[in-house]
């Protein structure tokens, strides 16, 4: 089975972000960026999928600019086998929406049959969690989101898939092919090593341009204003444990 | 990545042209750098490779364990880490200078012993094989060395040898059965990796057909047979890394083992030192950044006297500083490792120059950050405390201080020397020769009077004028200097350590603050968001630097206070003390 992963390329979760001086968008021009965590754990579980020989053919997808083959470069490393690189110019984090992605990808699988989409539950930039149940909506094919352990029957035609929900585990049977979105706990991602990093200068990355797949990239949703979170106010000191009781009843906390 | 082009073969070295008051600024600018794929390449590897050692490695737990976690061990090695350089035909990752240096940079920010562990295995350990080795032995060690299956160990200073290499006293001698083996006898000290290498690179004295020994450099296995080692050492820092004696008694090593040629292993153990030492630059630059980490955050963060106490000048002097010291560090480790990659085979005054300014620097400024921590500095809670131990025995090993110091003024002195050679001749038989010693005779007296022939760095801006017009006052006061000493000592000038000591480090700084120069000079033509700070930096170590400089040409000169009055003093009080053997004053009380 042929499996696709969507990396995203987003601010780095360690960077500090400054606010455009529009306040339209975060100052992405001299941040450090990285794959998206939640792709990566997707990578992670692909190539782990291949390791045990039940994906043939791991492709690693990315949209956005030119920078985007860096990340294509990561999941490489880490061992999947090609990627697939949509260009386009438009900001990934808030001008190309969750449902152009979709669009985007849907676009992909008539073209490359995969038999699965690994995706990351959420990007940590715009925070949308919204691509895998689209896709899923878009290609018909059913969603196991939020996933904490998947596992691919032996004929491959089904998936097992363990989900985190607010009230503890669901574990569902979904019928390949499908959509999984990876969660925080599916697997711990493996660190790249030198060497299949200098091997992943060699994988090949096909280019496709966004606009040539014949979909609409036009968002629907304007954003209207970034803005930084609230400056914490300065605390206080208090002498005991009774002064302490007495402050947060009078704060009306207690 | 490992494409070393021969574009840059024939740049020669900046330090030695120092010392006859010139600026060979082609060494440093245009600021040499990789290739924009390789810069990509090297992007991607720096990233994991940071998040492995800052979430997996523990330095404080390796440092109180006196051993690299065995786990960490074995993560490190499908990584890459025991052969960052090594061809890819081999295993290795095949990095370039560069890409080494800013890879070993991240070791050296977390934990410089572990830096040790990795870099006696592949930056000397087996460095010979890749240098020096024939393709048998190539084939044969490098792919487990590459893949840290095997580690590999330098073996050279012995109980009685340390900075004086060619004193060594194990010996093989070809066996008398004909085989063509060798028979390997003696005891190394100090030796990093000794307890844990399967594969040693051995220096040891063999005899000659004209009946005197000659270092010859072996790969031996520690399978050959007759090969201990001492229980590893206990240390003041870099704990982690395994330091021990070892023992050969009668180790047969075969013929084809010989590293290079018989005879030749003084050649290849300072072929495999110089080549090794740029890194350390790149990784005491880490540690350097993560001292300025703790610094600038208690600077930042602590209150006395109800003011930040980064609002204090003398704080504020200390960080200053520290930044300076860390750019001009930065930049001449990384214009040594981009000359060779580009080629350049005349790096190795400019390598010792990388090794003593990198280490003394890192101390300096190790010393400056516990010094802003204080009380917090001293505790174990914090790496500081740590990071000093660890780091003072970079200005001992892989070259002294003061080993290196002599290197580079004595190459200096002898290339000076040797342009100075046709008026030597001349002022043998004056008559004969009138024009000869005209010419540099006119020059000698200009460079008295203080107005020599001008070097220059006219590529530095305007922004930058201040720091290269220090340069090239320095640089034409150490030409000057350096020819009034040898008019004054001739020959005699190798034993007066004293002001060839001072010719060193002002060359040192001199270099440093070039390639500071030069790297800023590339960040203006190119806008980057730090231009303007790269500037203040390369300007404030530049005028610091000067000063420093000024003060030791001023010292060197036979005719100097320093040369007539203190230095003769210092030798004196020394002798009384050797003499007495201990302190000689008597007590103020008496008694």
């Known amino acids: 089975m042929r499996v696709f992963v969507g990396v995203k390329r987003a601010v780095d979760y360690a960077a500090k972000v400054r606010i455009q001086a529009d306040k339209k968008a975060v100052d992405i021009s001299n941040v450090k960026m990285a794959i998206n965590p939640f792709c990566e754990i997707a990578v992670e579980e692909a190539v782990r999928l291949k390791e045990k020989k039940v994906a043939e053919e791991v492709v690693a997808v990315s949209i956005g600019p030119k920078q985007a083959q860096e990340v294509i470069r990561q999941a490489l490393a880490m061992g999947a086998d090609r990627g697939i690189h949509v260009t386009t110019d438009m900001r990934v984090d808030q001008e190309l929406q969750p449902l152009a992605v979709a669009k985007i990808m849907a676009a992909l699988t008539g073209e490359h049959d995969p038999s699965a989409w690994l995706l990351g539950k959420q990007a940590i930039d715009d925070d949308s969690n919204q691509v895998a149940q689209m896709l899923a909506g878009l290609l018909d094919w059913p969603q196991a989101t939020f996933a904490s352990e998947v596992e691919v029957s032996e004929d491959k035609k089904s998936a097992t898939v363990t989900r985190e929900i607010d009230g503890g585990l669901q574990t569902i049977e979904v019928p390949l092919p499908a959509v999984i979105s990876a969660d925080l706990r599916l697997n711990e991602p493996r660190y790249a090593t030198l060497p299949n990093i200098m091997k992943a200068k060699k994988k090949k990355i096909d280019t496709v341009d966004a606009a040539s797949l014949g979909v609409d990239l036009a968002g629907q949703i304007e954003v209207l204003e970034v803005s930084e979170p609230a400056t914490r106010e300065a605390g206080s000191k208090v002498e005991d444990v009774d002064a302490l009781l007495a402050k947060l009843k009078a704060d009306g906390l207690l | ?591």
Not at chain 2, 32 to 55: A, G, H, I, R, Y
Not at chain 2, 263 to 289: D, E, P, W
Not at chain 2, 306 to 330: D, N, S
Not at chain 2, 466 to 485: H, K, N, S, W
């Open chain 2, 1 to 591: 990545m490992a494409s070393t082009s021969a574009a840059g073969s024939d740049i020669t070295g900046f330090t030695r042209e120092l010392f006859m008051g010139r600026l060979n600024s082609k060494f440093m600018h245009p600021f040499p750098e990789p290739k924009e794929e390789d810069l990509e390449t090297l992007k991607m590897l720096v990233d994991p490779f940071s998040k492995f050692m800052e979430n997996e490695n523990d330095a404080a737990k390796n440092d109180r364990e006196c051993a690299v976690d065995e786990a960490v061990k074995e993560s490190l090695k499908p990584m890459g880490a025991y052969g960052m350089m090594t061809p890819e035909e081999y295993g290795g990752v095949g990095l370039d200078h560069t890409g080494y240096a800013r890879l070993v940079e991240v070791v050296g920010a977390h934990d410089l012993g572990l830096g040790i562990h990795l870099g006696a295995s592949q930056s000397i350990g087996y460095k010979g094989i890749v240098l020096y080795g024939n393709k048998e032995q190539k084939e044969k060690y490098l792919p487990k060395l590459a893949s840290g299956e095997h580690v590999a160990a330098f073996c050279l200073t012995e109980d009685g040898s340390g900075s004086d290499a060619q004193s060594i006293k194990t010996r093989a001698v070809p066996a008398d059965d004909g085989s063509g083996d060798f028979i390997l006898n003696g005891g190394k000290i100090w030796i990093s990796n000794g307890g844990l290498a399967e594969v040693f690179t051995v220096f040891a004295q063999t005899p000659q057909p004209d009946g005197k020994d000659k270092m010859t450099a072996f790969i031996v296995e520690r399978g050959f047979g007759g090969i201990t080692n001492g229980a590893p050492e206990k240390k003041m820092g870099i704990n982690c890394s395994n330091t021990t004696t070892l023992n050969f008694d009668d180790t047969r090593v075969p013929a084809a083992n010989v590293l290079g040629e018989v005879g030749g292993g003084f050649k290849v153990a300072m072929g495999i030192l110089n080549q090794g030492r740029f890194g350390m630059g790149g990784a005491l630059t880490g540690t350097m950044k993560t001292c300025m980490k703790y610094a600038a955050a208690h600077a930042a963060e602590r209150t006395q006297f109800g003011k930040k106490i980064g609002e204090f000048e003398m704080i504020q002097g200390k960080l200053a500083g520290m930044a300076t010291r860390l750019y001009a560090t930065e930049s001449l480790a990384y214009a040594i490792a981009g000359n060779m990659d580009r080629g350049v085979t005349d790096f190795q005054m400019e390598a010792a120059c990388g090794k003593v300014f990198s280490s003394e620097c890192a101390w300096w400024v190790a010393d400056e950050t516990l010094q802003i921590l204080g009380g917090l500095g001293f505790m174990r809670e914090y790496p500081i405390e740590r990071i000093v131990r660890d780091l003072r025995i970079f200005r001992i090993f892989e070259g002294s201080s003061e080993i290196l110091r002599l290197f580079v003024a004595l190459y200096g002195v002898k290339a000076a020397g040797d342009d100075l050679k046709p008026l030597q001749k001349a002022l043998k038989n004056p008559l004969a020769n009138l024009g000869a010693i005209v010419g540099p005779a006119v020059s000698i007296a200009r460079a008295r009077i203080g107005a020599p022939e001008k070097p220059s760095l006219d590529f530095a801006p305007a922004q930058l004028r201040p720091a290269a017009d220090v340069v090239e006052d320095c640089a034409a006061r150490l030409g000057a200097a350096t020819r009034e000493l040898l008019l004054k000592h001739g020959k005699g000038i190798v034993d007066r350590q004293l002001p060839l000591e001072r010719a060193a480090s002002a060359a040192m700084e001199i270099t440093a603050a070039t390639a500071a120069i030069a790297r800023a000079t590339r960040a203006v033509s190119r806008s980057t968001d730090t231009a303007a700070l790269e500037v203040s930096l390369a300007n404030g170590f530049a005028l610091e630097a000067g000063q420093r400089v000024r003060a030791l040409i001023r010292d060197m000169t036979p005719s100097s206070e320093a040369g007539t009055t203190i230095d003769p003093l210092r030798r004196d009080i020394a002798k009384s003390v050797i003499a007495a053997g201990e302190y000689p004053a008597r007590h103020p009380l008496g008694f």
